[in-house]
């Protein structure tokens, strides 16, 4: 339900299609014609179709229906495939490699916000395995690293550009007020209505929300952390109406029917230098590695053999949603 974990889970679905079939293999043309060649490496018809359906929902659905303002789609997302491969390939001659660890820090972190097993939820639902996932993760990861290598990690910054970037932009480093809460949640009020009634005898918050509730948390007895506002939907904000200590009402939204308790506050403050280091010299090296990266990339893509099937491109359609096609009785 955090609404920065599900944003951040989305940017790996889309990029799926192009690691699903891996170097040398969904080449056949019989079995799935290619629609474009990295050197020696196809992009397939299929693949290009698994990114068209991830990622429609950020475009206009009339484009879809109209010949040239799909071409125009089908080009974009195909050239994305095509400069993710020339990176894959560029990783994978320099020799680098994503540790176990580091892919499974990555997981972690995606799956922070989710109980166990939702996030291999969510992925289903896309219609995505999740050992395919796991390999365009790991994929993405090696680019990452690829471009840390060549180019992030080739750049110095000098301290007192660090200070003089905290002193200009000190605004950018406040933390805003965090709460400590919980919470419980039913799509049904007769449901949620009880568990208040529980509460109002005695019974802990903890304990109600992991036997009743129905949110990924309940097994953490609801236990959400320190939360900012906005960092989840709209309906959370009510925790920051709460003293220390006090439990809401029921309170309804489009995810049903919560109840709240506030553990503990904590009011905003500025960063110091040293605790905004880190993000200072992100950001840095970030804004000098623009034109060296550009100019690198631009070399890779010069000397990578590309080709691009335009009669193939071009009769590509959109296919139906998983949740959307037929199941096997016709309906």
């Known amino acids: ?20 079939c891996g170097r ?31 990622d429609q929902d950020n475009y206009d659905p009339n484009l879809w229906q109209d ?52 996030l291999a939820e969510a992925l289903t639902q896309q219609g995505i395995e999740f050992g395919e996932w796991k390999k365009s993760l790991e994929k993405k990861l090696q680019v990452e690293q690829l471009i840390d290598q060549e180019i992030y990690q080739k750049i110095n910054i000098p301290e007192d550009e660090i200070k003089s970037y905290y002193q200009a932009h000190r605004k950018q480093f406040y933390e805003p007020d965090r709460i400590h809460c919980r919470h419980m949640v039913s799509n049904k009020k007769e449901k949620t209505e009880k568990m208040l009634a529980l509460l109002n005898k005695g019974e802990t918050f903890a304990t109600i929300a992991k036997k009743f509730s129905e949110s990924p948390d309940h097994a953490q007895g609801g236990d959400l952390g320190f939360i900012k506002m906005g960092e989840y939907p709209e309906v959370f904000n009510m925790c920051f109406q709460l003293a220390t200590g006090q439990t809401s009402q029921i309170v309804p939204s489009e995810y049903g029917f919560h109840i709240f308790y506030v553990i503990e506050k904590k009011p905003g403050y500025f960063l110091s230098l040293a605790d905004a280091r880190d993000k200072i010299q992100e950001i840095l090296v970030g804004t000098k590695g623009e034109a060296p990266l550009k100019s690198w990339l631009d070399d890779l893509f010069k000397q990578a053999k590309i080709q691009v099937h335009e009669d193939v491109l071009r009769d590509i359609v959109l296919q139906p949603s998983p949740e959307t096609r037929p199941n096997n009785n016709g309906e």
């Open 1 to 20: 339900m955090k609404r920065s974990t599900l944003q951040h889970v989305s940017l790996f679905l889309i990029s799926i299609g192009l690691f699903a």
């Open 67 to 118: 010949v040239d303002g799909a071409l125009a789609l089908k080009k974009q997302l195909l050239q994305s495939l095509i400069e993710q491969q020339v990176l894959v390939l560029e990783a994978d001659r320099l020799g680098v490699k994503v540790t176990s660890d580091a892919l499974k820090a990555a997981i972690a972190e995606l799956e922070e916000g989710y109980g166990d097993g939702h």
């Open 24 to 54: 040398g293999g969904c080449t056949s043309v019989g079995q799935d014609p290619w629609v474009a060649q990295v050197n020696e490496t196809k992009i397939t018809v299929k693949q290009l179709q698994a990114l068209m359906q991830l």
